[in-house]
């Protein structure tokens, strides 16, 4: 099972960018999906999440800005940020809490995957 984080760059202040997080692999079911974020000289900083029902939560330093969603048929999550500040320049990466099943032996694995991350940077 492999994630995937993709859709950084560089941008200025003002626009916008969507980040995505692809997941692969022999997965039975995904449960809940997280972005976190963390910036130069800084700790982690967990951005936003969403349930496989659709329920989400943000970080109040993105509330009305960015905004988390997900498509289960294609394991995928995405972050759509909006407004975006010098402040938000960082490496965004994810994970999601999956359940797989082994083909071979049909044993079931429940893990967190991460996600490499992926740039994004700010100008102002």
């Known amino acids: 099972v492999q994630l995937q984080a993709s859709g950084g760059g560089l941008v200025q202040a003002g626009d916008s960018l969507r980040l995505s997080c692809a997941a692969s692999?022999?997965?039975?079911?995904?449960?809940?999906m997280e972005w976190y974020r963390q910036a130069p000289g800084k700790g982690r900083e967990r951005v936003a999440s969403?349930?496989?029902?659709?329920?989400?939560n943000c970080a109040d330093s993105v509330k009305g800005r960015f905004t988390v969603s997900r498509d289960n048929a294609k394991y995928t999550m995405y972050l759509q940020m909006n407004s975006l500040k010098p402040e938000d320049t960082a490496v965004y990466s994810c994970?999601?809490?999956?359940?797989?099943?082994?083909?071979?032996?049909?044993?079931?694995?429940?893990?967190?995957?991460w996600g490499q991350g992926t740039l994004v940077t700010v100008s102002s």
């Open positions: 994970n999601a809490n999956i359940i797989s099943i082994d083909k071979d032996t049909g044993t079931i694995h429940a893990l967190k995957a």
């Open positions: 692999g022999s997965i039975s079911r995904i449960d809940e």
């Open positions: 969403i349930t496989s029902g659709g329920s989400t």
